[in-house]
């Protein structure tokens, strides 16, 4: 199994004020984007990548650099700041750039890479304390605030409580049918050097850009079937808590892909892209996203 390896960013920014640490919640749940797509978009994004794959090979390209270059897109990124009128919710220009580079970091090899666009700040009590997926307050900030079109990552940061959610994406593939639920929520808690311990290194943002570009986690489908439709991913039954010395969890497929980007692992454990990963990003950015 071949692995896209990707340098760790080292060293992060303080937000404007560094609060305490806090310990990231003993089941966190990270992210909670888990959808399917239909049977008809992943039967055209495996068609879709075996082109691709079937002209990287009549090409002079190693097997990775076709990979790499199956799509070149430079995102511009959005950056909704939700806070609820105290210093809750406020990150600095230092932090927000940072986690840019960091972007910039975990994508090289991709063909993606990230600008800051524009910043925002907007103080509402009930947004900042009451979003999540599917509720009113979603559907009222994304409305009043989305910006630029289906290649534009709006990225909102609000409070998610105790809850143990650090976020959640929509996939490409559902931009065309409600273009303005499109984005990443993210816990403001996860800016780089932020306060929760082992989730403060800016990848919960990587992990999510991730489904936002048509990656499911590594662990979805269990052992059998098609499980994240990536195929030098092995087969991966459970989530990853830690950073494990080694972990295997489906029988006969190779060790999970703990140092994933689309497992649960700590951000200091996670930092690969798979050939198949990098394969059908580029196929889901060129047909929903460029």
Not at 127 to 150: C, D, H, I, P, Y
Not at 217 to 233: E, K, M, P, R
Request: net charge negative; charged share 10%.
């Amino acid at each position: 199994m071949q692995f896209k390896t990707l340098a760790l960013y080292i060293g992060v920014a303080l937000a404007v004020a560094a609060p305490a640490a806090m310990a990231a919640p003993s089941e966190v749940k990270l992210c909670g984007s888990h959808e399917t797509a239909p049977t008809s978009v992943e039967q055209a994004l495996g068609n879709k990548i075996a082109a691709q794959r079937a002209a990287g090979s009549s090409s002079s390209l190693s097997k990775s650099s076709a990979a790499a270059a199956a799509v070149s897109a430079n995102i511009p990124v959005y950056y909704h700041l939700i806070t609820d009128g105290s210093s809750s919710g406020r990150i600095s220009t230092s932090a927000i750039n940072s986690q840019i580079s960091i972007l910039n970091d975990n994508f090289s090899g991709t063909g993606l890479s990230f600008y800051l666009a524009s910043t925002d700040t907007t103080v509402n009590s009930d947004w900042f304390n009451n979003v999540n997926q599917g509720t009113s307050q979603e559907r009222a900030m994304k409305s009043a605030l989305r910006k630029g079109g289906s290649n534009a990552l709006n990225v909102y940061t609000v409070s998610f409580g105790s809850s143990g959610l650090l976020g959640y994406a929509t996939f490409p593939w559902n931009y065309r049918s409600n273009p303005t639920n499109d984005g990443i929520v993210l816990d403001w808690n996860t800016y780089p050097g932020g306060p929760i311990t082992n989730y403060q290194e800016g990848k919960t943002l990587v992990h999510e850009i991730g489904h936002w570009v048509g990656l499911y986690h590594v662990f979805q489908g269990g052992c059998s079937g098609s499980g994240d439709y990536v195929d030098d991913t092995p087969p991966q039954s459970t989530v990853t808590r830690g950073c494990p010395s080694s972990q295997d969890s489906c029988s006969g497929g190779g060790v999970d892909s703990i140092h994933s980007h689309m497992d649960y692992s700590y951000d200091s454990c996670r930092y690969l892209w798979t050939n198949g990963q990098i394969a059908r990003m580029g196929a889901a950015v060129d047909a929903y996203r460029i």
